[in-house]
């Protein structure tokens, strides 16, 4: 029987192990991601303004929609429900899918971003390890496993992976910004920040990365997804996001400038910026000695990450399967742990086979440019359907006790409207080719490919399942 209900129905409950602090943590481990800080300072000065409008035109206007939404609809599914609320099962199952699919080649990138920066806790950064194909294939199989079996054991095991990925996250962070103001008190500053030559910087270059620093903000609503493995989830997701909201956009700005203060943005570099921020400015203090702990606690950072996304967006699948949208096995939940391991080992599995295709026929630079462009579009398309279905829901009456945007139908229709503009230009510049690649093309027409792919994979599986559905209706099953 294929169950139409509530997302999780009363037999298949999931464990509830998150409270505000856990959550907080999560957030923190699951948005904010030390990746992105060398991306933005590779811009010069102008990134910090572009920090700033990125957080007003989607941060803010993601987290009062995930906050009322989730308020509203504090069920098992997140984006899935709300959209299939709003606009039909074809829409929900598209969003996510998606949004599903387009954490398959973010974990590649961001287990790449833990296999660079794990180099330079022993050293190796400069060393053949450094452009080493197998290397970082093999790094990042083993640092996937490490992010999914505690996992498939429960969140009271699994999120003391993303808790330990949150201080490997804040910590380097910190470091990074203490470090710069030190270097910046003994030193100045490597980097102009006059104010009149700011935003002469913001040309094409920083509208090219807008995408990225867009998609450095996502990841709001990741627990609403598993709402019903969260304490009291109507109160406990809006102010978890606050909270980490208030660090997160802390941290991105103030660690692009400490890497600015360091390093002129012209030596910027990618996978290791990061690491090369923290080592330059610790020699130069005379703490030489702090940048192999920053590399590891960076890596389990990034493991970390890996985690808390792993575990969310498994619950797409889940609730897919158990709407009969994808084979019933993905719906199980198992016996001793109440985990959706099947859907959780099935992500870690499709991964692995990304991992050794994405790296296939290239170099670890182009394999990387092409994991973010892929998560960033198949990312952003549920976005645009999730600000849409804002603006079908409200007229709903809301249930006792749920947040509402201020400013009634209008505020929400512009705080959707300004998210669904950002998102939709953010959408269109992830299919620029980086302007370091060598084939734009052949880069471009991946990317392209890759998207037409998953678009009619998703609506090929969703139609054969409701044919299998109306056909087993016609026979009496349902």
Not at 55 to 66: E, G
Not at 366 to 376: F, P, R
Not at 402 to 414: D, N, Q
Request: with cysteine; charged share 10%; aromatic share 10%.
């Amino acid at each position: 029987m294929v169950w139409r209900g509530s997302p999780v129905p009363e037999d298949a409950r999931l464990s509830r192990g998150l409270g505000v602090r856990d959550l907080v943590l999560f957030y923190i481990v699951a948005v904010f991601n030390l990746r992105w800080l060398p991306v933005a300072a590779a811009a010069g000065p102008g990134a910090v303004v572009v920090w700033v409008v990125a957080c007003v035109t989607l941060f803010v206007p993601l987290a009062l929609c995930v906050v009322e939404l989730s308020s509203r609809y504090p069920e098992e599914g997140g984006m899935y429900v709300w959209s299939r609320r709003a606009f039909g099962d074809f829409a929900g199952f598209m969003t996510g899918w998606t949004y599903w699919m387009s954490n398959i080649p973010y974990f590649p990138g961001v287990l790449y971003f833990a296999a660079g920066n794990a180099l330079f806790a022993v050293g190796a950064q400069d060393g053949p390890l450094a452009a080493s194909p197998l290397y970082f294939v093999v790094a990042a199989t083993t640092g996937l496993a490490i992010a999914v079996l505690p996992n498939v054991a429960g969140l009271r095991v699994g999120k003391w992976i993303q808790n330990a990925g949150a201080i490997g996250v804040w910590v380097p962070a910190l470091l990074l910004i203490a470090l710069g103001a030190v270097a910046l008190a003994r030193y100045g500053s490597a980097t102009s920040f006059a104010l009149p030559a700011a935003p002469r910087e913001l040309g094409l270059k920083d509208v090219l990365f807008w995408s990225t620093i867009a998609f450095a903000f996502g990841g709001v609503e990741t627990a609403s997804l598993m709402a019903r493995s969260v304490a009291e989830p109507r109160r406990t997701i809006p102010r978890a996001i606050v909270l980490a909201g208030v660090v997160i956009v802390s941290l991105y700005i103030l660690g692009t400038v400490a890497i600015l203060v360091v390093i002129p943005a012209s030596e910027v570099g990618g996978i290791p910026g990061i690491m090369q921020a923290i080592t330059r400015v610790a020699d130069r203090v005379g703490a030489a000695g702090l940048a192999p702990i920053a590399a590891v606690l960076i890596t389990i950072g990034a493991v970390g990450a890996v985690g808390a996304w792993l575990t969310a967006v498994a619950r797409l699948p889940f609730v897919a399967g158990l709407e009969g949208r994808l084979p019933s096995a993905f719906g199980r939940i198992h016996p001793r742990y109440g985990t959706p391991h099947v859907a959780m080992l099935a992500q870690g599995a499709i991964t692995i086979v990304l991992i050794v295709v994405g790296q296939a026929g290239t170099d670890i630079r182009g394999a990387y440019n092409v994991m973010i462009s892929m998560s960033i579009i198949a990312y952003f398309i549920p976005f645009l359907l999730m600000f849409a279905s804002l603006i079908r829901l409200r007229r709903e009456d809301s249930p006792a006790g749920a947040f509402r945007i201020p400013g009634g139908p209008r505020g929400s229709t512009l705080v959707a409207g300004v998210g669904f503009v950002t998102t939709l230009a953010a959408l269109a510049l992830a299919f620029v080719p980086a302007a370091d690649e060598a084939n734009k093309a052949l880069a471009f027409g991946k990317v392209l490919g890759l998207t037409i792919v998953l678009l009619l994979a998703g609506a090929a599986i969703y139609w054969r399942s409701e044919r299998a559905r109306r056909s087993s209706a016609g026979r009496g099953i349902l």
